[in-house]
Every structure is written in C-alpha cells, then in structure tokens.
C-alpha cells in the first residue's frame, strides 16, 4: 500500500465515522485492548454495546464487546479504510481500500458479505431510515450506493477526489466532501439527482445538524468551516484555526467542534449564533466525537504521547488523560460516557471512563404554568398528546421568564388522560427517547409527578406518551452553570417537617380548609434545615379528610402571590404523595392551597442554598434504570434484602455523587400503605417516598443523599420496585 493511501485512510477514519456518536470527576483510562495492525477507525454501536475497530495492516475487524471489554476479530478485505453502522439493522460496513469493495459484517453473528464498491473507498455513512449505504470513492470521483436490504448497487457521479460523506435522514439528502475541487455534491436520495455547492478549499470532513437542517464542512486549505442551510443551499463561512481535519455537531446542544490539526486546537462553534471560542489542547488533534447527553466533545492527542481531551461545549473547559500511542480514531458510546480510541503506536484500543456534563446549580422562581395542553391550540396549548406520539415544547418561550442559559429544569408534570394512561415518558429534545416512564394512570386518573429534566435542543423537552392524554407542565425553577445568584444543594436524610394529623400547632393540625392558604413555617421544624435555605426539596403526602376527594393542592412561597399551578391531585379520594422544590417564603414558610379538605405531610431531604461547605452541584446523566424488581430479586414487603446497589447497577454514576435524583415507581400487589427510601445502613426515618393505598402503580421522584453507594427501602404491603436515575448532585 501506498504511502499516501495509507495516509489519507488513517485520517479518513479518523475525521468521518465517529460522529456516529466507570466514569469519575474527570475522565480516567480504564483499559487498553490489543486489536489488530495498524488501527485507523473506530466506531460504537449503541444498540448493542459492541465497538468496532479497522486495523488497516491486518486487513480485519476487531469487535470488542462493551460490557466485558473482551474482544474477537473478523476479517474483512484488502486494506480496510474506514466504517459506518446501521443500528436499525444491526450491519456494521467496512470500506476496503484497495479492495475496491465494502464488507458488510452481520452484527449478531460476526458473518460477512463482500459489495463491490468503486476506486479506494475511503468514507461512508448510512442513512437508517431508508437502509441505504452510501460510499465515498476517493480514485473515481463517484458515491456508490448500497441497498441495504439486498446488497445491489449503483453509482452516482461526484466531483474530484471525494473524501467525506454525511446523510441527513430527516430529509434523505447525502452530502459528499469533494477534496479536489472545493464543492459539496449533494444527492437526492430519493431520486439519486445531484448538485453542487461551492465551499472552502480542500474540504476534508462533513457533518450534519439533523435538527437545524445545517450542514458543516471542515475545508482544510481556507482555514474554515463552511454552514450550508440545508433548506436553502446557502454557504456561511467561519473562521476557525489552522488545519481543520474533522468536526461532530451535537445537534442537542447545537454546538459544532472542529479539529485543527495544524494548530493543536479545537473550536467551538456555537450553532445558533455562530460565535467560537478556540481553545488549546494536545499535538495534531485529527478526530472528534461529540457527547449530546453531557455537552462534551473528546479530541485525539496523536502526538502528546497520546491522549484524549474533552472540551465542554458550554464553557471550553477542558480535561485531559492519557491513552494508548498515537491514537488516531476516536469514539464514543453517549449511553455508557465511555470513550474508545484506536491507538497505532501499539496496536491497541483505549477504553476511557468519560468527562462529567458540566455542573449545574439551581436558580428557584415563582411557580408557574408553562404547558396546558387543554388550552386553545398553540406551542403551549392544544391539542392533547395523540396515542404513541411525542410533542416538544421550548421551555425558554413560554411566559415564565426562563432564559436560554437553563440547561436543566425542575418540572411537575400532571396528566388528564381521556382514558387509560399506560406510561408518560419526558426527555431532552434531540436524544434518543429513554427506555424509562415518568408516570403511569392504568386507571385514567389525573396524576402529577415532579422530574428534573435537562434542556435539549433548542432548549426543548418532549413528551412521549402510550394513550391520549392532556398534559400540563409547571416549574419552579431551573439550573444553569454557577454564577453570583445561583444556589447549591444540601443533602438531607429524609426528615418529617409536618403532619396536620398531629395535634393542633404550627407544624401540625388541624386539617387543611378547602380552598384557604395555609402557611407552614418549615424552619421551626426539628429537621436540620438551616435559616440561610432558600428553597426546599420536599415530598409532599395528602390523606383524604373523612374520605373526600380533592382536585389540587398547590404550593408556593410564603408571601408571594397563589400561582396558578397545581402540585398534586387526588380526585380518586386515596393517600398521594409527590416530590416538589418549593421556593422558601417570608420567616422560611411555604404556603399550601387545597382545592377541598384534606391532610398534608410534608418530608424534606435537601435545601437549597448560597454556595458553601457541602453544597453540591447537579450533574446530568442518560437516563438508566438502577432496578428493576420484577426482574432482580422479585417484589418484597418490609425492609428489601439485600438493600439497592446504585454504584454497582451499571449505570452512568462516579462514586463521588453525594446525592441521587430517582423516579420510582411501585407496583403493588393490593393495597401498599407506604414506601419509604432511604441511605443504606441508616436507621429507617419517619417518612413515606410514596403512597399506594389504592393498589394502583404510582411514581414519584425523589432525591436521596449517597452514604455508602446503597440504597434501603421498606414497603408497607408486596410490591415491586422501578428505580430509574437521571441525574446526581456532587460536588
């Protein structure tokens, strides 16, 4: 193989498939695995936990099984380039550069099928919505086409030399990087037509913003990226640093990285208003991979010896570790924040813990009304979410006055189903739709529960949900990157703050009125809330007065003007609980509003408060379920043994998380009085997380300090446990 086919392979797997994007406080090296000669691509398939990795000497695949880091290798063609994968289909395809084909690997049994492909092949991409493959080739200025469902080809001519390929499967456009003659080919792909767009000179990598419908080419002689509007084909050219190589987008975030390898920089590119912030990191950056869940890019380092350095997309931050000799590809699995890089020095993948999303600290407001969607059609109104259907709504444009800086939100979330509910699911706009629930009413019941929800793209959330449903969506506040107003978290063991079934007093009987304010002074309790609090993390428990429904109960800072929001429902007459982050009001008192009779229990696990000793920042995670009982360990009633093992449950949390954000959900089988949680080897407290008299499945969400990685729960009646995590609070 020639020398300068060997080097256009190596940077070519480097700066194109990556994109197809156990942690600590920063990112650490977990282990490096051997894999084939002269490695040059790397990819994740997220679906299935397996990373594959292009070892271009020893024409053939390493497959490394991401649970296990064990790997197995599968042989390929003549000098393989570089790869690209099909989750849908499970098919990983390899271009075979001086094979002049590709070869299609079947991701559940390791077999291949080989495709003839045209002269050198050395970039591809795949659209999965439509199964089709498209291919790159470098000698013969043309794209081959590769249906996926059959292995039939055919070609469409490009301009010169073309080095990249992206696919924006929103709109079934393909867009070809054409090296020799400064342009961007794009292709039809529902016609295979094509046309032309000039950018800078000597385009060498593309990506796509599937959200914004942008486009963006890394031309390495001019020094600049070149945004194409998808819609309209228009060129806006950015300055960047010298030698741009490879780019990602974070289309969640709308940020763009770009590697300069003739600067050893990197530079953001804010993608709504194209401002950049260039920041040093290792010698000859030639590969990125961009993190959409914590707003994170990770460069290579090939000459620093050898590292990997992420850059947060939010502040240009950066954290460095070192990995194997000279890495030359590099990417990542969001879902485990787990890095790999292929390492020619010695023949090896770096498998690296990755970065924590950046800190986050918590600004409360006035509670207030973002969505209804019982209201006159609108971006906050109607109509109703449709059976197995999502809506998005951008939280910074209601009339709350949250700015574009809330990164994460501290939602209650009520439904009014038309009928059966079978679960509601709420996320960041632009990721993956998380295999979690946020609340369930099987019964049709008006249900609410509280969720803390980081900001996607656009600063949107989306709501999934099984069944027609109205959803309402209130807040009381937001958090965003620290500044001289914002607050940090103090962890609690959950602690009872009041009971109106006690006897008469501040903290205790009688009853609440319907419709009357009650005030409660919460730093007259015996809990251990300090005066400096300036809101509180509460689960808030109603019991039915002499058997008497009641449509809502609000709360809100004492003092402060009753907002027209609610904080629970109980129209079915039976014990409810839900969590809520209330503002503190005059004296430290919150005030409560039932809309008819009722007794309340507040329990309070944390405050929020002035930075200081202890205070913890949040910390967003993909969302992963911690357990799940009916399929580890079976339902259980009184204490659970043994008790829940975050740390050792598989999911995205670093040992020095001092507190958990949980949505549980209970299952019962018959009546279950009560579910407490609470830091495993504590005694039990008096107080309740959840509340199913009724028999119904019931959610709610819960913060819960760390004390030792273990979690204690006891249930008054047989139920099963759903225990789902978010995000976590550290410092």
């Known amino acids: 193989m020639s020398t300068r086919l060997r080097k256009v392979a190596a940077l070519t797997g480097a700066a194109f498939f990556v994109v197809l994007a156990r942690p600590?406080?920063?990112?650490?090296?977990?282990?490096n695995v051997p894999v084939g000669s002269y490695p040059v691509a790397v990819a994740v398939n997220t679906q299935t936990?397996?990373?594959?990795?292009?070892?271009?000497?020893?024409?053939?695949?390493?497959?490394i099984d991401g649970a296990t880091n064990l790997p197995a290798t599968v042989g390929v063609g003549t000098s393989p380039t570089a790869l690209a994968?099909?989750?849908?289909?499970?098919?990983?395809?390899?271009?075979?550069?001086?094979?002049?084909?590709?070869?299609?690997?079947?991701?559940?049994?390791?077999?291949?099928?080989?495709?003839?492909?045209g002269f050198y092949p050395?970039?591809?991409?795949?659209?999965?919505?439509?199964?089709?493959?498209?291919?790159?080739?470098?000698?013969?200025?043309?794209?081959?086409?590769?249906?996926?469902?059959?292995?039939?080809?055919?070609?469409?001519?490009?301009?010169?030399?073309?080095w990249a390929v992206a696919v924006n499967a929103l709109t079934n456009l393909i867009y070809v990087a054409n090296y020799g003659t400064g342009t961007v080919s794009v292709i039809n792909g529902a016609t295979?037509?094509?046309?032309?767009?000039t950018v800078g000179s000597r385009p060498r990598a593309i990506a796509v913003n599937v959200l914004t419908n942008q486009i963006y080419v890394a031309n390495f002689g001019s020094n600049t990226v070149s945004i194409i509007d998808g819609a309209t084909d228009g060129v806006t050219p950015v300055d960047v640093g010298p030698g741009p190589v490879a780019l990602a987008a974070d289309a969640v975030h709308n940020r763009i990285y770009v590697a300069n390898s003739n600067g050893d920089t990197a530079t953001v590119i804010d993608g709504a208003t194209l401002n950049t912030t260039t920041v040093t990191i290792g010698s000859w950056p030639n590969a990125v991979a961009a993190d959409p869940i914590r707003a994170k890019a990770y460069f290579n380092n090939p000459n620093d010896p050898g590292g990997v350095t992420a850059v947060s997309g939010l502040d240009g931050s950066t954290v460095n570790v070192q990995t194997g000799p000279y890495p030359m590809a590099i990417a990542l699995n969001p879902i485990t924040n787990i890095v790999y890089t292929a390492n020619q020095g010695n023949n090896s993948a770096s498998v690296v813990a990755g970065a924590q999303s950046d800190p986050l600290q918590f600004m409360p407001i006035a509670p207030c009304r973002m969505v209804d969607t019982r209201q006159p059609p609108g971006p906050f109104g109607g109509p109703?979410?449709?059976?197995?259907?999502?809506?998005?709504?951008?939280?910074?444009?209601?009339?709350?006055?949250?700015p574009p800086t809330a990164f994460a939100y501290s939602l209650n979330v009520t439904v009014v189903p038309?009928?059966?509910?079978?679960?509601?699911?709420?996320?960041?706009?632009?990721?993956?739709?998380?295999?979690?629930?946020?609340l369930n009413s099987p019964d049709g019941r008006v249900k609410a529960n509280a969720a803390i929800v980081p900001a996607g793209a656009g600063s949107a959330v989306s709501v999934f949900t099984s069944d027609t449903t109205n959803v309402l969506l209130d807040i009381n506040g937001y958090f965003q990157l620290a500044n001289s107003a914002t607050l940090e978290f103090y962890a609690l063991a959950p602690c009872r703050v009041f009971d109106t079934r006690n006897q008469t007093g501040h903290l205790g009987g009688p009853y609440l009125h319907g419709a009357q304010e009650r005030d409660f002074p919460?730093?007259?309790?015996?809990?251990?809330?300090?005066?400096?609090a300036l809101a509180y993390s509460l689960n808030l428990t109603v019991v039915p007065w002499q058997g008497k429904p009641m449509g809502y109960l609000s709360t809100w800072a004492a003092g402060g003007n009753q907002p027209l929001v609610s904080t629970l429902n109980n129209p079915t007459a039976t014990i409810v609980a839900n969590a809520a982050i209330v503002p503190a009001g005059d004296g430290g008192a919150i005030a409560v509003y039932p809309s008819q009779d009722t007794d309340l229990v507040a329990d309070i696990d944390g405050y929020f408060a002035a930075p200081g000793t202890g205070g913890l920042s949040l910390y967003s995670t993909s969302p992963c379920r911690v357990i799940d009982t009916r399929s580890n360990g079976g339902g259980f009633r009184g204490q659970r043994n043994p008790a829940i093992n975050v740390e050792a449950s598989g999911c995205v949390i670093p040992a020095n998380a001092a507190a958990w954000a949980f949505n549980l959900t209970a299952i019962p089988t018959g009546p279950l009085n009560y579910l407490t949680l609470w830091p495993g080897g504590l005694p039990m407290p008096l107080a309740s997380t959840l509340n199913a008299k009724d028999g119904a499945i019931t959610s709610n969400m819960a913060i819960l300090p760390n004390q030792n990685g273990l979690l204690d729960a006891y249930a008054a009646g047989m139920t099963q446990l759903i225990l789902d995590i978010s995000s976590y609070f550290a410092p």
């Open 24 to 31: 600590g406080l920063a990112q650490t090296l977990i282990t």
């Open 49 to 63: 936990n397996k990373i594959y990795v292009v070892n271009q000497s020893s024409n053939n695949v390493t497959v």
């Open 85 to 117: 994968i099909n989750p849908v289909t499970n098919k990983i395809y390899v271009t075979n550069g001086d094979g002049n084909s590709v070869t299609v690997i079947d991701g559940a049994t390791n077999s291949t099928t080989t495709v003839s492909a």
């Open 122 to 162: 050395v970039a591809i991409d795949v659209n999965p919505v439509t199964n089709q493959i498209y291919v790159a080739n470098f000698d013969s200025a043309n794209v081959t086409v590769i249906d996926g469902a059959s292995n039939t080809i055919r070609t469409i001519g490009v301009g010169t030399t073309p």
């Open 192 to 197: 295979g037509t094509t046309a032309t767009i």
């Open 384 to 402: 109703a979410i449709a059976a197995g259907t999502s809506r998005s709504f951008v939280l910074t444009q209601s009339d709350c006055g949250v």
């Open 418 to 438: 038309s009928g059966p509910l079978g679960f509601l699911t709420i996320w960041p706009t632009g990721e993956t739709q998380p295999l979690v629930s946020t």
């Open 522 to 532: 919460v730093l007259a309790s015996n809990c251990p809330v300090p005066a400096s």
